[in-house]
């Protein structure tokens, strides 16, 4: 039997799934309105207007919920919608009279409506123990707990600017950078399995992935495997993908790490990376009670204390580290002071002291 | 109806709360799927003993080698047999979206029913890379699944060392700010390399992401290797309707906070009517206030961070002459710690046909040159980091420009002797280019 050689089409074209009056106004935008939480209005220069509902959903769908958002869209939105890079869905409509009724089917589906403007937007994820084959702690489930604290904040947009949250199973970070982070941070070097390294990892490779090079290839109970130097080691985790036995995941070392102040976009300021403000939180599912309460705890100091149109990033930097660790309640400790390459410029270096 | 449920108390007290639950979605899944209920029986040990336990392996359609991501179980009882045999394969399809994640409701249902038909019904919309990824098939559906999903228009994205699925923002198709058509450059450099995606040859990951003004929606300055930003060079337009609507509904209290004060470069001022009318020619934007008032802009001094574009809806928007920033060596922690992207290009005018062509014959010769120097396991801004901005950038043909750094060499080790040379052709770009 012949088989089926792939049509390489690549991106499909969004056109044809354009709402049609996004698709006739394309490029010709002019202005957008922020009615009320979770609404947008934008105009284009031929005076259309399209509304547009935003509804924060779980990003795993099973299809009969993916379904139930294309009936909704069937029945109140011109059966047009898109996703956007959080995972929220936005329904389009040409007809404000659409708003009212799309927003009520949604609710009562029980999407909220918000995420717009200065909410805290659903949180950028991984797919943890769900998926991934290095996960430290889950994805979804971390994702829905802290949503689940946090829905107020999306729907009501009170924040003094918008608040973007991601969440990462393991430390190479695929939630990606936010305001605040909530990323895996292991504790012990790796345990070695020294029965299997030799038929599983191809060592050079293992050995050239350690960033600081605390891996060297060693016989082990006359089997060939790799060794640790542990004082060097600093637990990144980094060996454990190219080599499984490498075993860095362990349910009681393994803990959650929370970073703040990353923003990609230039407004005001440069984009900048997060930072690491509070670790040792215990990595304790079903809904990890420590990692919302310092997330919470840091986002209504911000709430509080920050001045309209400053990020996280902005606010802190307006206000010091030193008040933020104090504003926050967070204790400041030698691992906050960087060491890795090119540290020196995290330094202060001027007496430009707060009091 | 499907085999007997698992036990899932942990997972079950993630079903409470306002947040739409994953979980509520694979129970629903369960019902008739015994791949489903295994998997909960799965992930609930994994809650338990807060361990992961699949592993990778080696799964694929014919004719690409990548776009599968295998997912075997590693849970085994004594006898090394899985405890969840039903989910012993759980393999993931990355499809890449149309471009901008656009949809109409018969694409989303023909997709629910052919993952309904070839998998587990479990589907998210979408990956941090931005796929459409298809979770929980089996080894032999793979192909059936793959083939139905492509004689639909979609196509598999990238995994491993490959050219990867991208993303651009919402971008013309509804926002004001967009200096580009981000969805026909993510499509015209996409589908000129997909080589690169399906048959992986690459030393490593590399992606392009595409954001159509600076506030960089889609994050592309921290996670793409080709960032491509959109941006104008001539003045910002403005709109007096729209300024004087925001002066009268925030007043000067507002506009001094939130608009003048935050300025990055104190490019904005606030005028009387006469002085900013004598202002207003080769480099100030003005904008109406009210009858007396003006918002001031020198576009000399404007970075184009685009705040003030955000504060005043509609008054103050894009110049005419749009293009783009090109932005390369943005990546993750692993392994020299995470890494912005830098400018390459400050500006690349992207309108006309051949505007496109040269956007991607610059992304080819990047990939190329990524391709041929880049050490295994090395992402191009590492690449970058190793062998000097300076040598990147003469590979491609590309001049230097002040844009490209923040400030200039603070150290004397470097040695010097081509610096007349080096002068020459910086006069003869600016006498070209005047």
Known sequence: ?355 | MAKKTHDTPMLDELEGGPWPSFVTGLKRLAKDNDMMVDLMGQLETSYRTRKGYWKGGTVGVFGYGGGVIPRFTELKDENGKPVYPDAAEFHTLRVQPPAGMHYDTKTLRKLCDIWEKHGSGLIAFHGQSGDIMFQGIRTDKVQDAFDELNENGFDLGGAGPALRTSMSCVGAARCELSCYDEARALREVINNNLDEMHRPALPYKFKFKFSGCPNDCVNSIQRSDFATIGTWRDNMQVNHQYSRAYFSAHGMTDLVNDVVARCPTKAIQVMKRGEADAKAGPQHSVAELDDELRLVIDNKDCVRCTHCLNVVRGGLLPGKQRGVTILVGGKGVLKIGSSMGTVIVPFMKLETDEDYEKLKELARSVLDFFAENALEHERVGETVDRIGLVNFLEALGLDVDPNMISEPRGNPYVRTDGWDAEVAKWQSRKKDAA
């Open chain 1, 1 to 355: 039997m012949s088989m089926r050689q792939p049509i390489e089409s690549g991106a499909p074209d969004p056109m044809p799934l354009l709402h049609p009056l996004l698709r006739k106004n394309y490029g010709k935008w002019i202005y957008h309105d922020h009615p009320r939480p979770g609404v947008l209005m934008h105009r284009a220069a031929s005076g259309d207007e399209v509304w547009t509902v935003k509804a924060g959903t779980q990003r795993q769908m099973d299809v009969h919920t993916v379904r139930k958002l294309c009936d909704i869209a069937d029945q109140f939105a011109d059966g047009h919608v898109r996703f956007t890079t959080r995972s929220n869905i936005e329904y389009m409509v040409a007809d404000p009279a659409k708003v009212d009724p799309l927003i009520a089917a949604l609710t009562e589906a029980g999407f909220p409506i918000g995420g717009t403007a200065n909410s805290v937007s659903m949180i950028a994820h991984t797919q943890g123990w769900l998926h991934c084959d290095i996960p430290g702690t889950d994805a979804s489930g971390v994702t829905k707990a802290l949503m689940d604290e946090l829905h107020q904040e999306f729907v009501k947009c009170e924040m003094p600017n918008r608040v973007k949250l991601s969440t990462s199973c393991c430390e190479i970070n695929c939630g990606g950078q936010a305001d605040i982070a909530v990323i895996v941070q292991y504790t012990k070097p790796p345990k070695i399995n020294h029965d299997l390294v030799a038929n599983v990892c191809e060592r050079p490779a293992v050995v050239a992935r350690c960033p600081v090079a605390a891996i060297r290839p060693a016989l082990v109970n006359g089997k060939p495997s790799l060794e640790i130097d542990e004082k060097k080691c600093m637990c990144c985790g980094a060996c454990y993908p190219p080599c499984p036995p490498m075993q860095i995941n362990d349910p009681d070392t393994t803990k959650i790490a929370i970073w703040v102040g990353g923003k990609n976009s230039n407004a005001r300021g440069k984009p900048t990376f997060h930072k690491l403000v509070a670790s040792g939180l215990p990595n304790n599912p079903p809904r990890w009670p420590e990692a919302a309460a310092v997330v919470k705890k840091i986002l209504l100091t911000y709430k509080a204390d920050a001045r309209s149109w400053e990020r996280m990033i902005d606010w802190i930097e307006r206000i010091g580290w030193g008040r933020f660790f104090e504003k926050t309640g967070l204790p400041f400790t030698k691992y906050h002071i960087d060491d890795w390459r090119g540290a020196r410029r995290t330094l202060n270096a001027s007496t430009h002291i707060r009091f």
